[in-house]
């Protein structure tokens, strides 16, 4: 009974991973920018981001006049997408004040001030350049996600890869989607990753970005293929991870996704 129920569900795992991967066409979620922002030789100031579809709230803690601490507050819808694929959302920027600490709440006290604007220009899914006015003051730093506690990518999932072709040295390439759904294992030796998947197989070397890693190296299949890979925006939670990547083999580049609900052992 066990052994159907298992066949049944890695069957309907499987089924569920192609349907998912066929949709190509299909709009995807904007890049999940939710972490702690700042800078590694900046401490004390940062810029929490909290995500919900193509809405980010952010609280920017930092130091005003008198070096002291004040925290801002901003609303950030997304604006656009540049011609290099920056990607810019935007807002306005408040301070609050209310109801002192250890005293009982009084929302007559709320006040929202506005004191500027605020924008993020995502260069990527770790780096961006965070624009900020305050009265006449103007701030301009560029921020990465920040690391406080190592995640580990290690684990075996069942999931897939899936991937499209452009630039192809033969046009005629170019829009080959190809998936390759089963069992993913990642290992883990010091900083160097291996993700196995059921046709090909990915190394190189693992770096945390805050909340996602990423991984620069290449791969190899069994139909011979090989060539450079790059993994990026991959988060690993306790259910599972998803990510992106691009490459390119000796005739075409490729970009794609990969993701895998974690198989319990």
């Not at 006015?133 to 921020?143: D, R, S």
Request: proline content about 3%; overall charge negative; some cysteine.
């Amino acid at each position: 009974m066990r052994s159907n129920l298992l066949r049944f569900t890695r069957a309907t795992l499987l089924t569920f991973a192609l349907g998912a991967f066929g949709h190509a066409g299909a709009s995807a979620p904007p890049t999940n920018y939710s972490d702690l922002w700042g800078r590694a030789d900046e401490s004390g100031w940062g810029l929490n981001l909290s995500q919900q579809a193509n809405i980010i709230f952010g609280t920017l803690f930092a130091y005003g006049t008198g070096e002291q601490a004040v925290w801002y507050s901003a609303t950030f819808t997304y604006q656009y997408t540049a011609a290099d694929n920056v990607v810019v959302y935007g807002g306005d920027l408040y301070q609050t004040s209310g109801s002192p600490q250890g005293t009982p709440w009084n929302p007559a006290l709320l006040n929202y001030l506005q004191v500027g604007t605020a924008t993020l220009e995502f260069g990527d899914d770790a780096h961006a350049l965070l624009r900020y006015t305050v009265g006449g003051t103007v701030v301009v730093k560029q921020i990465t996600r920040q690391t406080f506690a190592a995640i580990s990518p290690v684990g075996t999932f069942i999931g897939g890869t899936t991937d499209v072709t452009f630039n192809c040295r033969n046009p005629a390439r170019n829009g080959i989607v190809t998936t390759d759904p089963g069992q993913l294992r990642i290992t883990l030796d010091g900083d160097g990753i291996t993700i196995h998947a059921p046709t090909c197989y990915y190394e190189g070397r693992w770096v945390q970005q805050g909340q996602v890693g990423s991984l620069d190296g290449r791969y190899e299949c069994t139909n011979n293929a090989l060539g450079a890979v790059v993994f990026s925006g991959l988060r690993f939670e306790n259910g599972g991870f998803v990510g992106n990547y691009t490459g390119h083999d000796s005739s075409c580049e490729f970009r794609g996704n990969i993701g895998g609900v974690r198989l319990l052992e």
